[in-house]
């Protein structure tokens, strides 16, 4: 049984910085693909930024140059790192993992944390 957890997020003013983690825990052999998505209030959930492994990195544009994402391969963690947070991204972020290889054999898709509130205030 694979399960993503999340912590950090919070509330912080604009222009501040937070830090979100997701440690993937189970008996896990390896993954593919970490990332994290956010989800604001009426609108649907959106990528934020993924690491896939042997390809590289993607992030959303209106992220760029502001959201640092990274991961642990030996902890299974992934991490992102926030600055210059904006009222426009506060949301629920979500932890997602995706090719991952466990010891009951086979590879899955699409296992995702709670999710954890990020609110930036103005």
């Known amino acids: 049984q694979v399960q993503l957890v999340e912590s950090g997020g919070g509330l912080v003013q604009a222009g501040g910085s937070l830090g979100l983690s997701c440690a993937a825990s189970?008996?896990?052999?390896?993954?593919?693909?970490m990332g994290w998505y956010r989800q604001a209030p009426g609108k649907q959930r959106e990528l934020v930024a993924t690491?896939?492994?042997?390809?590289?990195?993607t992030y959303a544009d209106s992220v760029k140059g502001r959201f640092t994402i990274s991961r642990d391969n030996a902890k299974n963690t992934v991490y992102l790192q926030m600055n210059s947070l904006k009222p426009e991204d506060t949301a629920v972020y979500y932890c997602?993992?995706?090719?991952?290889?466990?010891?009951?054999?086979?590879?899955?898709?699409?296992?995702w944390g709670q999710g954890t509130q990020v609110t930036v205030s103005s």
């Open positions: 189970g008996t896990i052999y390896s993954i593919i693909a």
């Open positions: 997602n993992a995706d090719g991952v290889k466990t010891a009951g054999g086979g590879v899955r898709n699409n296992y």
């Open positions: 690491q896939t492994s042997g390809i590289g990195t």
